[in-house]
């Protein structure tokens, strides 16, 4: 039987310090995600982290060019080569392990 990816010690280290990011940013999902059990908790941490900082990326009024960076974000995270950042990295792990809709992310 294959080991869930959240056994592999990089990535622990890239959702500790997604839960780090969230922790300060994010307090409401940091504490509702707490309560979630661990199989949904890890992943939604990836997914929220890497939303949040997209969120931050257009609110900062980078335009239509911080717009294309995410999506070139988006296609390395689906083409296995995700951005050396943990929320990148993270989110290419949930991506990967249940198969998410590249559309979803780009809605």
């Known amino acids: 039987m294959q080991q869930p990816p959240w056994h592999n010690a990089h990535l622990l280290t890239d959702l500790a310090d997604c839960r780090a990011m969230l922790r300060g940013g994010s307090r409401t999902f940091h504490a509702a995600a ?53 929320t990148d990295r993270a989110l290419a792990a949930v991506v990967a392990r249940h198969a998410i809709p590249r559309a979803l992310l780009d809605a």
Not at 46 to 69: E, K, M, N, S
Request: net charge positive; glycine share 8%; hydrophobic share 45%.
């Open 34 to 86: 707490r309560v979630l059990p661990r199989r949904v908790h890890q992943p939604a941490t990836a997914l929220y982290a890497f939303c949040r900082v997209a969120d931050d990326l257009i609110d900062a009024g980078g335009g239509p060019a911080a717009l294309q960076h995410l999506r070139d974000r988006l296609d390395a995270v689906y083409a296995g080569r995700p951005a050396p950042v943990p």
